[in-house]
């Protein structure tokens, strides 16, 4: 079982949709939960972080986080067609080496 | 913000060549990068991890003999790949952390496509 499972999608939605991202995660000891997104032949690119659990807003973007239940996810609203991209989830936590795990990503496709 | 290039950031070479890649932190000191390969629709796994001025630590599984890496200023890290294979052929990418903040805080270069004829 992968530490980090994320559906690969593809998800397509039309302009204007709210978008949900999810992980979820087997190892407890992750503190920290962050969103990249990643275009086309791109390095990530940090959207958000939370610790802990909780919501996080930054303008269109909501990181929700769930530790009872292993669970995250990132919402996009009024999902724009620039928002097209693969979002990867990614953890870490103290003490672990500075290492940051990964989802696979999930590809996103706002169409006009 | 903080910014991180890479060169090249594609190359083609011939199987049993060697490749260099270089990552940059531009405007930052980068005391730890990372070096990540992403195979199509896969995850980024981290290959090693590299401190400025000591050895990598390598990931289970990654032989340092073949990727050879080498951190010798806070501004930059160097990856080879030492006799490619064909199955080498992916996309790698770097990441650098200032100082003492948090793992979260990495910033990624644009990583760089390797294909090995």
């Known amino acids: 079982q992968k530490e980090v499972e994320q559906d690969p999608g593809p998800l397509s939605v039309p302009e204007g949709a709210i978008v949900s991202l999810n992980c979820t995660y087997s190892?407890?000891?992750?503190?920290?939960f962050m969103w990249y997104r990643q275009y086309s032949r791109k390095g990530p690119e940090l959207l958000m972080y939370?610790?802990?659990?909780g919501n996080k807003e930054d303008g269109r973007f909501t990181a929700q986080v769930d530790k009872s239940s292993k669970y995250i996810s990132l919402f996009i609203r009024d999902s724009q067609p620039s928002d097209s991209a693969t979002y990867l989830c990614a953890m870490t936590y103290l003490g672990g080496g500075n290492k940051l795990t990964f989802g696979t990503g999930t590809q996103l496709k706002v169409e006009l | 913000g903080a910014v991180v290039s890479q060169h090249p950031s594609r190359v083609i070479c011939k199987s049993g060549t060697s490749v260099k890649i270089e990552c940059r932190s531009l405007?930052?000191?980068?005391?730890?990068m990372f070096w990540y390969r992403q195979f199509p629709k896969q995850s980024l796994m981290l290959m090693a991890t590299s401190n400025e001025g000591s050895k990598a630590t390598y990931e289970q599984g990654v032989e340092k003999d073949k990727f050879l890496i080498n951190h010798a200023s806070l501004t930059l890290s160097t990856l080879t790949v030492t006799s490619a294979h064909p199955e080498d052929s992916s996309f790698y990418i770097c990441?650098?952390?200032?100082?003492?903040?948090?793992?979260?805080?990495?910033?990624f270069g644009p990583g760089t496509r390797l294909t090995v004829t």
């Open positions: 405007d930052f000191q980068a005391t730890t």
């Open positions: 990441s650098a952390r200032e100082g003492a903040r948090s793992s979260y805080e990495q910033y």
């Open positions: 939370t610790y802990s659990s």
């Open positions: 190892n407890s000891a992750f503190q920290y």
